[in-house]
């Protein structure tokens, strides 16, 4: 089995940062590409950023320049530094991976959420 499992999200006032952490365990063979996304309240779920095995990265047009996805292979963890926040980045933020396990092809998994508020 497989666990993602978010830690980061919180209040925050417009223009301040948080740093979103998803750690994956279980039985990983292999961790390709890593992403965060993002759903709002009534809207669908939007890619926010995505991180590939080798470290390239790509962002969704309303967060470039603002955040910033890392990732620690030794830990299986990505990360997720949100900067100059805005009421609009308010949501229920989601680890993605795709992972390849001891049996099996590699499979895209998700975390159970972490909600991320931007408001005065």
């Known amino acids: 089995q497989v666990q993602l499992v978010e830690s980061g999200g919180g209040l925050v006032q417009p223009g301040g940062s948080l740093r979103l952490s998803c750690a994956a365990s279980?039985?990983?063979?292999?961790?390709?590409?890593l992403g965060w996304y993002r759903q709002a309240p009534g809207k669908q779920r939007e890619l926010v950023a995505t991180?590939?095995?080798?470290?390239?990265?790509d962002y969704a047009d309303s967060v470039k320049g603002r955040f910033t996805i890392s990732r620690d292979n030794a830990k299986n963890t990505v990360y997720l530094q949100m900067n100059s926040l805005k009421p609009e980045d308010t949501a229920v933020y989601y680890c993605?991976?795709?992972?390849?396990?001891?049996?099996?092809?590699?499979?895209?998994?998700w975390g159970q959420g972490t909600q991320v508020t931007a408001s005065s």
């Open positions: 991180i590939s095995s080798g470290g390239s990265t």
């Open positions: 279980g039985s990983i063979i292999s961790i390709y590409t």
């Open positions: 993605n991976a795709n992972l390849k396990l001891l049996s099996g092809p590699p499979k895209m998994y």
